[in-house]
T-cell receptor
Framework: GEDVEQSLFLSVREGDSSVINCTYT??????LYWYKQEPGAGLQLLTY?????DMKQDQRLTVLLNKKDKHLSLRIADTQTGDSAIYFC?????????FGAGTTVTVRA | NAGVTQTPKFQVLKTGQSMTLQCAQD?????MYWYRQDPGMGLRLIYY???????DKGEVPNGYNVSRLNKREFSLRLESAAPSQTSVYFC????????????FGPGTRLTVT
């Protein structure tokens, strides 16, 4: 949706870190999410962050939240070929999620 | 646990035909959702059902109707399909609605000619 913006493409070398950025508009969002979509499949939740946090780490994933700038990022350490997918940022608004257009991450050898 | 299931996986319709996309979840979730996914536009919410017995319009409801048949099932109907409805349709469910993870089905790829 237009309330959540992401860059459309990211190419990264295997073993490097990937950083996917997202901006959102709804300052009342309580949770912000990162979903992953592999080819031909539905979306799968990767991680989420509560709006009163500024960082969350989960194994190779680090989420940073700058609430003042309404900026969210997802860092994937040691990117592998299995990380090639579309990554969606989403903000929650009551019962609904608003998704960004998705960032296609391509991992090259 | 099958999670969220959708049928059919693929469908081709002619303009003006009607069809119903089926969705079921076995996680005893209260809330269910229908999205469409178009290239470069992410997912857009068509309709949602916060709880059994209620349905509400999302961002792009025109041309669609929904039925929350029971707690498990939430169907999406296209009464008179149009080429603009060519898309991939995803059903999702969540436990508490606000702030809780949404679980997605595998999608239905619909082409309207």
């Amino acid at each position: 949706g237009e309330d959540v913006e992401q860059s459309l493409f990211l190419s990264v070398r295997e073993g490097d870190s990937s950083v996917i950025n997202c901006t959102y508009t709804d300052s009342s969002s309580t949770y912000l999410y990162w979903y992953k979509q592999e080819p031909g499949a539905g979306l799968q939740l990767l991680t989420y962050i509560f709006s009163n946090m500024d960082m969350k780490q989960d194994q190779r994933l680090t989420v940073l939240l700058n609430k003042k700038d309404k900026h969210l990022s997802l860092r994937i350490a040691d990117t592998q070929t299995g990380d090639s997918a579309i990554y969606f940022c989403a903000e929650s608004n009551d019962y609904k999620l608003s998704f960004g257009a998705g960032t296609t991450v391509t991992v090259r050898a | 646990n099958a999670g969220v299931t959708q049928t059919p996986k693929f469908q081709v319709l002619k303009t003006g035909q009607s069809m119903t996309l089926q969705c079921a979840q076995d996680m005893n979730h209260n809330s269910m959702y229908w999205y469409r996914q178009d290239p470069g536009m992410g997912l857009r919410l068509i309709y949602y059902s916060a709880s059994e017995g209620t349905t509400d319009k999302g961002e792009v409801p025109n041309g669609y109707n929904v039925s929350r048949l029971n707690k498990r099932e939430f169907s999406l109907r296209l009464e008179s399909a149009a080429p603009s409805q060519t898309s991939v349709y995803f059903c999702a469910s969540s436990d508490r609605g606000h702030g809780s993870e949404q679980y997605f089905g595998p999608g239905t790829r619909l082409t309207v000619t």
